[in-house]
């Protein structure tokens, strides 16, 4: 999630932008007030958006998100997935995945949904793919791990959506930090390695596409 309304793009531009959202359904809109009270970091629903149409033109059917948080994307994807698809997530904090695990089993998916608990670095090598989609929503500082452990499992044409690369603007405003450093040269890698073409979007937080070629 973004720190700021106008972080990334000029205030009246995300606030159209936002008021045209389509609206969310009480399930949806209950997450997005919890995550509001108590700090957690959803994603965005303009990013929710952008990845509700990315599986609607991919149909993926084995998808790996790292970081589940509340369950947020976990939903907003596993709606667009059919009962052949298979939805893994991976999620450090055992209190927020059981958070994930309710909200999840209210929302009954037509997917199947694994949930990982643990250090995602820790878990990505243990997984099976391949994966057709991947949603990297992490620690930041530990995105190119994320990438190194994911492309040998990625088939062609798999789509990865990344969230957060602009990083509330600092990444462009040339800002020094762990999470700062390591995103500016996220993106660095992910827009020249030729086994990707990749995209980033302002949209959310900045968000990357990527397609394994
Ligand atoms: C930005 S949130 C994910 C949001 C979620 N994708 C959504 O949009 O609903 C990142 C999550 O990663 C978890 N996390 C932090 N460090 C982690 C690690 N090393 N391995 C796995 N998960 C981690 C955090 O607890 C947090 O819930």
């Known amino acids: 999630m973004k720190d700021g309304i106008d972080a990334i793009l000029q205030?009246?531009?995300?606030?159209?932008?936002?008021?045209?959202?389509?609206?969310?359904?009480?399930?949806?809109?209950?997450?997005?007030?919890?995550?509001?009270?108590?700090?957690?970091?959803?994603?965005?629903?303009e990013v929710a958006q952008l990845v509700r149409v990315l599986l609607r033109l991919k149909r993926p059917r084995h998808l790996i998100e790292v970081g589940t948080n509340i369950g947020y994307s976990v939903i907003v994807m596993g709606r667009e997935l059919d009962r052949t698809a298979v939805l893994e997530s991976v999620e450090l904090d055992h209190k927020i995945l059981e958070t994930a695990r309710r909200y999840v089993g209210d929302a009954s998916l037509p997917c199947r949904v694994v949930f990982?608990?643990?250090a995602a670095t820790a878990v990505l090598p243990t997984l099976e793919g391949p994966f057709d989609f991947a949603f990297i929503d992490c620690v930041k500082a530990e995105y190119g791990q994320y990438l190194d452990?994911?492309?040998?499992?990625?088939?062609?044409?798999?789509?990865?959506?990344?969230?957060?690369?602009?990083?509330?603007?600092?990444?462009?405003?040339?800002?020094?930090?762990?999470?700062?450093?390591a995103l500016r040269e996220f993106n660095r890698r992910i827009t020249s390695d030729p086994r990707l073409l990749t995209t980033i979007l302002p949209v959310g937080d900045g968000t990357g596409v990527s397609v394994m070629v």
Request: charged share 25%; with cysteine.
């Open 11 to 45: 205030r009246s531009q995300a606030e159209y932008l936002e008021k045209i959202l389509p609206a969310r359904d009480p399930l949806l809109a209950s997450m997005e007030q919890f995550a509001r009270e108590k700090d957690h970091p959803i994603a965005d629903p």
């Open 116 to 118: 990982h608990e643990g």
């Open 149 to 181: 452990q994911l492309l040998p499992q990625l088939e062609p044409g798999a789509l990865i959506v990344c969230d957060n690369l602009l990083w509330g603007g600092q990444v462009a405003q040339g800002v020094h930090d762990a999470s700062t450093d």
